[in-house]
């Protein structure tokens, strides 16, 4: 499964590209669509796809995401070794480095970072360098973790986006009393070290990142990237009106292109239509709170009802109507492509009789009536709904589809204000950690803010973040898998590739299967 995934990421890489036989051209603004506007452009309080497949264009990591989102390669940090005992890790820092304004990325940079982003009090991705207990300064260029216990996804966490180095003198001059607001403010205007540079943002609208002068690493032609000289971004929540603008070369790429467009735009001789590799997986969230928000008895409270929603979802059909195909049923919370997944056969097949018996054993055998939020202009999220309505209206349960602003939805998502809402996640690293402390370890956001808590999967999620045994760590997570395919509080839906439409003249950008947008490869033939 691994190598056919990295020999796909292999040829999306070389997707328009003759294979490298073309010569890069330097110069040039890339115009991106995107359906949805970020929200914070701060690497450690941020918790939305929207902002991190951004944040590694203007930000950048001591170590740095393979291709194909299986391994990591050097970074800011230039060599890396995990002691013996597994109790530190030694960075050897790339020297010469800048920031966007010019000024040195220094040792106290990368230490002061680290100790923001593994700080309890900040942010939910904090857990993912929790086992750090020290860094350590042993020279200019040379930075020592100590850990607190040894932890088997330290490395690859030293990649992922909240352990992103920021100048510390310029975010602690910024306004404000406490890290929160210093951070805001200065997401206003960011500065890092990634390969672009911030320059203007109208929220809602679009966004402009600019080339940064001062980035280290080079490319094909032996100077450094990135190519472009910009990326405009423009937010374009309707899926229809974004592929009239690719088509009519208003836009030279743009992402989240609906299942069922397709064999259209494969068939459109001015575009090349990308299936990028991914460990994305669609579901729906349920808020599983005894009571609702006004007050009102919840029946997703009962696993039950859970179980019998998740039969009443003809999974085979709803992936024919909206991923004509593409996509496969899950067999986990988490993508086949992830660390440790287990399972071979979907879940819950489609089985409306038992639905109703348990409905019916829940007390709801006369059904109830309940809400989903989507995305409007979403075609992907609209096609799930009105296939789950009609679905569920034969075992009498009604279904209404609430369309919401990104914003607003994720504001509500947060506050636990929704029945149920349409979801997506992508993996941030190559590891099960992150996935499970969102979707299942209660104390991170109440598994993914639906109040669903399981004090043995805890237990096993805590367990696992120590565990240096392998084969003790992949038995935690099967169990973990488990107990949330029976009592967790998500409808199982499916998995699926990136689907992202390039003009033609479009080379070198992908999205990895971690989900980042990489632009810093990009470049424009006339």
Avoid: C
């Amino acid at each position: 499964m691994r190598m056919l995934l990295k020999a796909a990421v292999a040829a999306a890489l070389l997707a328009g590209t003759s294979a490298g036989a073309l010569a890069v051209e330097r110069g040039g603004e890339m115009r991106y669509g995107r359906y949805a506007d970020s929200l914070f452009l701060d690497p450690v309080l941020n918790d939305a796809n929207v902002d991190i497949w951004i944040l590694t264009n203007l930000y950048d990591t001591l170590l740095q995401p393979s291709a194909d989102g299986l391994s990591v390669e050097p970074g800011l940090a230039t060599a890396w070794k995990v002691a013996d005992d597994g109790l530190s890790v030694t960075l050897t820092l790339r020297e010469g480095t800048k920031f966007s304004d010019g000024k040195p990325i220094t040792a106290e940079d990368v230490k002061w970072s680290l100790d923001r982003a593994r700080n309890p009090k900040n942010g939910i991705w904090n857990g993912l360098i929790a086992s750090i207990g020290d860094v350590v300064i042993q020279d200019p260029t040379t930075v020592v973790l100590k850990l607190q216990h040894p932890d088997p996804t330290i490395v690859a966490a030293l990649s992922t986006f909240n352990t992103a180095i920021l100048p510390k003198a310029a975010f602690e001059a910024t306004p404000g009393a406490t890290d929160d607001e210093k951070a805001h403010a200065f997401a206003e205007h960011p500065v890092g070290s990634g390969p672009f540079m911030f320059e203007a943002w109208k929220r809602g609208s679009s966004m402009r990142i600019v080339r940064n002068p001062h980035y280290w690493k080079l490319g094909e032609d032996g100077k450094p990237l990135p190519y472009l000289d910009a990326v405009s971004f423009e937010i374009i929540p309707d899926d229809a009106t974004r592929i009239l603008k690719l088509k009519a070369g208003e836009l030279d790429g743009a992402e989240f292109i609906p299942y069922a467009r397709v064999a259209e735009l494969q068939a459109d001789p001015e575009l090349q239509m990308q299936l990028y590799p991914s460990t994305r997986v669609q579901f729906i969230t349920m808020n599983v709170r005894p009571k609702l928000p006004d007050g009102s008895d919840n029946p997703l409270a009962n696993e039950k009802v859970r179980q019998a929603l998740n039969y009443a979802i003809d999974k085979d059909a709803i992936i024919q109507i909206v991923t004509h195909g593409v996509g496969k049923p899950q067999t986990s919370y988490m993508s086949s492509t992830t660390l440790y997944h287990t399972g071979d056969t979907p879940l819950y097949p489609y089985d409306p009789a038992k639905s109703k018996q348990l409905l019916q054993e829940a007390g709801y055998g006369d059904g109830f009536s309940t809400k989903v939020m989507a995305l409007p202009g979403n075609q992907d999220q609209l096609g799930i709904g009105a296939a789950v309505q009609q679905m569920w209206a034969a075992i009498g349960v009604k279904l209404e589809i609430e369309q919401v602003d990104n914003a607003t939805l994720t504001d509500r998502y947060r506050k636990g204000d929704f029945s149920m809402r349409m979801s997506a996640w992508t993996n941030d690293i190559n590891d099960p950690s992150q996935i499970t402390s969102y979707f299942a370890y209660s104390p991170v956001i109440d598994a993914l803010h639906s109040g669903w808590k399981n004090d043995e999967v805890d237990k096993l999620f805590e367990a696992s973040q120590k565990e240096s045994d392998a084969k003790k760590r992949a038995e935690q997570y099967a169990q973990i898998q488990k107990i949330y395919a029976a009592t967790g509080p998500i409808l199982y839906l499916y998995e699926t590739p990136y689907p992202v439409a390039l003009r033609k003249n479009v080379h070198g950008f992908v999205q990895i299967p971690l989900g980042n947008n990489i632009f810093a490869g990009a470049y424009l033939t006339k």
